[in-house]
């Protein structure tokens, strides 16, 4: 399932427009490309609706958030609803920042994103009114059980497909449970890789359904992590992860894929 759906994207170049912040804009067009996808990052209030319109998928993004993006993200989620065209929203930052996590539980009552992505910290903090952590770093001390619970919870009551990105991805519609084991320690090192890894679901969104594209991200985003690992540091692996992304084939997804579908209670 996973290398059709990278293959349909290869074919078909749909276009992915994404409102995201300019800390990784760059990286996330780039992942998008290396996928076969079209980017296009237009964030302007006036041209939200018009760009929506003409993509196949979407990705909205909270990191380094601004008001004039607020309200762009608003637009593109209102329109891509009315549309059906489906949408990610990555809640970056929800989990220190109360102004975002009260700004992504309103955009998310106001049009439901077909994929609610956030660390694990992140997707804690949209169900637990009481929790925050420090950063935008997943808090270290949650264990994948009790994310388990939390996502689950987040899909059945939105009627969503969540992806809580960790040392273990989850994924779940709220009925199935898939944990994904695939990644690289060193993802850590540089920034923006929790963008990248929600602009490659939205290139996937154009192609399969919600939680197929989720699952095919983390596998295809950890494994890529994995091939790109290096002894020379940071800046030699953030270059052989591009590089991954646009040269891992068929056979690599398939050998190194490592997922786990749960019983969900």
């Known amino acids: 399932m996973i290398n059709k759906i990278r293959g349909s994207v290869k074919e078909l170049h749909p276009l992915v427009h994404c409102i995201t912040n300019p800390i990784s804009i760059n990286q996330c067009a780039n992942v998008i490309l ?27 993004n909270l990191g380094n958030i601004t008001d004039v993006r607020k309200q762009s993200m608003l637009i593109s989620a209102q329109t891509a609803k009315e549309l059906g065209i489906p949408f990610i929203l990555d809640v970056c930052g929800a989990a220190c920042l109360p102004t975002r996590r009260d700004y992504a539980l309103s955009l998310i009552g106001k049009a439901v994103p077909s994929v609610v992505k956030g660390n694990y910290s992140e997707i804690n903090a949209l169900c637990h009114e009481h929790y925050s952590s420090s ?13 388990d619970i939390a996502a689950v919870r987040l899909a059945r009551g939105y009627g969503t497909v969540v992806l809580a990105s960790g040392k273990t991805d989850i994924v ?7 944990h994904i084991y695939n990644g690289s320690p060193q ?22 359904p919600a939680a197929e594209a989720a699952v095919a991200a983390c596998t295809v985003f950890g494994i890529c992590g994995s091939l790109a690992e290096t002894e020379k540091g940071s800046g030699t692996f953030a270059v052989n992860l591009m590089d991954a992304l646009s040269t891992a084939t068929d056979s690599d997804i398939s050998k190194y894929a490592d997922t786990e579908e749960i019983d969900v209670e």
């Open 34 to 60: 290396a996928a076969g996808a079209r980017p296009i990052m237009a964030e302007h209030p006036e041209e939200a609706a018009v760009v929506t319109r003409t993509a196949a998928a979407v990705m909205l």
């Open 187 to 208: 993802l850590a090192s540089i920034t923006g890789t929790g963008c990248m890894q929600g602009a490659l679901c939205a290139a996937y969104l154009s192609s399969a």
């Open 135 to 147: 950063g935008v770093d997943a808090d270290i001390t949650l264990g994948t059980p009790e994310l």
């Open 172 to 178: 779940t519609d709220g009925k199935r449970l898939v």
